[in-house]
């Protein structure tokens, strides 16, 4: 007899809400897709699709070669608390979309 155990899992409702309908259309429950994923897992211990990771364009490239720089020479933003973040970023947004 097997003795299964619970597992929780983080997805945005957006993901979930379509990972559930698709499941329903090819006639399985979520529980069953996430145990065929984790079987195959196992089975061939790897991913059993590709993963990769996005491009990047070239202006984001050199935005972040930018900030590498920034950092380096001491001109970077810090912040203490997320709350100063978020802060920060509210005021940086609604200056950009003033512009």
Do not use: W
Not at 2 to 22: G, Y
Not at 54 to 81: P, S, Y
């Amino acid at each position: 007899m097997s003795i299964s155990n619970q597992t929780t899992i983080r997805l945005s409702p957006d993901i979930k809400s379509e990972f559930a309908k698709t499941c329903a259309d090819l006639g399985m429950s979520v529980s069953t897709a996430i145990n065929l994923f984790a079987k195959a897992v196992v089975r061939e211990q790897r991913i059993p699709f590709e993963v990769k990771t996005e491009k990047l364009d070239a202006a984001t490239l050199a935005v972040l070669e930018q900030r590498k720089e920034d950092i380096k020479n001491g001109k970077c933003i810090t912040f203490n608390t997320v709350k100063e973040l978020k802060e920060y970023d509210k005021r940086h947004r609604n200056a950009q979309n003033n512009i």
